[in-house]
């Protein structure tokens, strides 16, 4: 089951799948694919896994056995790499809230965010390995964007897995949170992040010319709620210069 919760410009989308780990399924991918359209024009958007076992442990091994020939397999990784994309091209911020382990597949479903921010007690790593196989879903390609080419073919090559403090070291997690304070953590940070000149943000660090950098500021400059915040901070500054001096 894949559910959807949004609030207040925030979109949450929990795999649940406790029975397997929060693994991906055919009927999983169906559900995905569902969420995320219905989540657009949210302010921000975060996926996690339910529980605090696991993020996403990978693909359903009982249910993707079935694939046998390469004409399956290159379906079902086509698939599941265009959600990944459809993820990591969604307008908003996303954050990956790693509340469990992210193995295999689940660490490509995890680095297809603009964000990883993981409960201090999880594991992550690229082992496809140990199945004789590789990572199908574009996670080999984002893992070599955020911790260089030589890092990715080390880390997915071998199929190390890592803490979340090593993780956090190598760049592949962007911040680690004790485990009490994960889901109040989590949540903060993504409403941070739940508003139009963050998602301005992440279009132009993704590359974008010139023009079309200042094209998205002065859009954002001449908005109501530009002049409106700048009206706030102009009424502190004045009230603080006429407050009285202290005696």
């Known amino acids: 089951m894949v559910d959807l919760e949004v609030d207040d ?4 989308v929990t795999i649940d799948r406790p029975h397997a780990r929060n693994a991906i399924a055919p009927e999983t991918m169906d559900q995905l694919e569902k969420a995320l359209v219905a989540a657009e024009g949210a302010a921000a958007l975060v996926v996690r896994g339910a529980g605090d076992r696991a993020f996403v442990s990978g693909g359903d091994l009982k249910e993707l056995s079935r694939l046998r020939t390469f004409e399956q397999a290159s379906g079902m990784a086509r698939r599941m790499r265009s959600i990944c994309d459809r993820l990591a091209s ?4 996303v954050v990956a809230a790693l509340n469990g382990h992210a193995l295999g597949g689940g660490a490509e479903f995890a680095v297809a965010a603009d964000i990883r921010v993981a409960a201090d007690d999880i594991r992550i790593g690229f082992n496809q390995v140990a199945l004789e196989i590789m990572p199908a879903w574009g996670g080999a390609e984002r893992l070599a964007a ?3 080419r030589s890092k990715a073919l080390l880390l997915a090559g071998t199929g190390t897995i890592l803490d979340a403090a090593e993780a956090e070291r190598v760049g592949l997690v962007d911040r680690v949170l004790p485990r009490a304070e ?3 953590g989590w949540r903060s940070l993504a409403r941070s992040l739940a508003n139009r000149p ?6 132009v660090v993704a590359g974008v010319p010139a023009e079309e950098a200042i094209s998205a500021f002065a859009g954002l400059w001449i908005a109501d709620a530009h002049w409106e915040a700048a009206d706030r901070v102009m009424n502190r500054s004045r009230t603080a210069q006429d407050a009285p001096c202290p005696s």
């Open 198 to 203: 963050a998602g301005e943000i992440k279009r």
């Open 9 to 12: 410009g925030l979109a949450v």
């Open 90 to 93: 969604f307008p908003a911020p």
């Open 182 to 184: 994960f889901e109040e």
């Open 146 to 148: 955020l911790v260089g």
